[in-house]
């Protein structure tokens, strides 16, 4: 059974840092390709990061420069480092593994998600 559990969310101020990660077991993670996602509250999901099996890394023009992603295959662990966070970045961020063909991600599994709260 492949889980995905995402931690790290919460209420932060404009400006703030938050670090999320996300534990994944029941699947072979060093080959898979992992990202977040996020769906703020009437808007539809949206994917900022993703990092392959070989370290490459895709993020999202809105988010560049703020966001970083990167992984411990040894651990499982993918992680999400927000920085310079505004209201606009306030949205429930989920976790996701997949693979990369043609150069896009494709998500076959996601988390439970987080909700990230950014106070004005």
């Known amino acids: 059974q492949v889980q995905l559990v995402e931690s790290g969310g919460g209420l932060v101020q404009a400006g703030g840092s938050l670090r999320l990660s996300c534990a994944a077991s029941g699947i072979t993670f060093s080959i898979h390709t992992m990202g977040w996602s996020r769906q703020a509250p009437g808007k539809q999901r949206e994917l900022v990061a993703s990092i392959t099996s070989g370290g490459n890394t895709n993020i999202a023009d809105s988010v560049k420069g703020r966001l970083t992603i990167s992984r411990d295959n040894a651990k499982s662990i993918v992680s999400l480092q927000m920085n310079s966070l505004t209201p606009e970045d306030t949205a429930v961020y989920y976790c996701?593994?997949?693979?990369?063909?043609?150069?896009?991600?494709?998500?076959?599994?996601w988390g439970q998600g987080t909700q990230v709260t950014v106070s004005s």
């Open positions: 996701n593994a997949g693979t990369t063909r043609n150069g896009r991600f494709i998500i076959n599994y």
